[in-house]
């Protein structure tokens, strides 16, 4: 998988700098709505956020 750059991104009204966001791997796995398809990370945080299949998208409290 080749390196990616950190973004600035918002997620759900915040905004996180310094954020990668990661996609699944094997998208053709995501087949339940409540499958995580992308993962937000920052080295500040951690996990950020996630979002499932059905579009909903969980974000840490900061």
């Given at each position: 998988?080749?390196?990616?750059?950190?973004h600035?991104?918002?997620?759900?009204?915040?905004?996180?700098?310094?954020?990668?966001?990661?996609?699944?791997?094997?998208?053709?796995?995501?087949i339940?709505?409540?499958d995580?398809e992308?993962?937000?990370?920052?080295?500040?945080y951690?996990?950020?956020g996630?979002?499932?299949?059905?579009?909903e998208?969980?974000?840490?409290?900061?």
């Open positions: 998988m080749p390196a990616q750059s950190p600035k991104i918002e997620l759900n009204g915040k905004l996180f700098p310094g954020c990668f966001k990661v996609n699944h791997r094997y998208p053709e796995r995501v339940d709505s409540a995580i992308t993962v937000y990370w920052t080295a500040k951690g996990l950020t996630y979002s499932s299949k059905s579009g998208t969980w974000v840490i409290r900061k």
